[in-house]
């Protein structure tokens, strides 16, 4: 009986070791975000030109993020008559990145390794305020964020335009998987 006991409760502790790394990569993980609007982003939409170029911290690590405006209508570098701006994004965090544009706003050098990507949508009211939310999910992710696929991201802060033109210019935020 001795023995059963003894037997049962060295499995239990190597069962809750082996699960332990799994449970604590499926936790929430969140970090400050830090985003320039690219001044070399133009209408329509496009998945392959950036429209905010930046940071995210997460567990003490900073990778570099792009948010790639796939949404419909208005262009965002055009000044906003309505109140109410929607956003469908893609976004891709990487460790990294290194990317650049020639004179002409053409990428010239897009090289990285990404560890992470997914999509967001949202609306932000200018009428309340320059804030926004936009919520999504992980599509896929790489080495210590693999656990984190189907995981839902919300990914929050507040625009800061430019007050002469109206276009926007930067976006400190906060950026939550989990």
């Not at 006991?5 to 190597?14: D, H, P, S």
């Not at 929430?28 to 905010?52: F, H, Q, R, V």
């Not at 567990?59 to 701006?85: H, I, K, M, Q, S």
């Not at 976004?91 to 706003?105: I, N, P």
């Amino acid at each position: 009986m001795l023995r059963r006991l003894t037997l049962t409760m060295a499995l239990a502790l190597v069962a809750t070791l082996a699960l332990a790394p799994a449970a604590m990569a499926q936790g929430k993980i969140s970090g400050p975000m830090d985003l320039t609007w690219n001044p070399c982003y133009g209408a329509p939409p496009s998945e392959e030109m950036p429209d905010w170029i930046g940071t995210v911290e997460l567990d003490g690590n900073t990778y570099d993020v792009l948010f790639f405006n796939v949404g419909v209508g208005r262009p965002p570098t055009e000044p906003v008559a309505e109140t109410v701006v929607s956003a469908s994004e893609i976004w891709a965090l990487y460790d990294g990145l290194d990317l650049t544009f020639d004179e002409e706003c053409a990428i010239s050098t897009f090289d990285g390794d990404a560890v992470m990507w997914g999509h967001d949508y949202g609306l932000m009211d200018l009428a309340v305020g320059p804030e926004f939310v936009l919520r999504g999910w992980v599509i896929e992710a790489n080495d210590d964020f693999a656990d984190l696929v189907g995981e839902d991201v919300v990914i929050s802060g507040v625009v800061e335009m430019d007050a002469e033109t109206g276009a926007p210019l930067a976006a400190p935020g906060e950026f939550v998987v989990g």
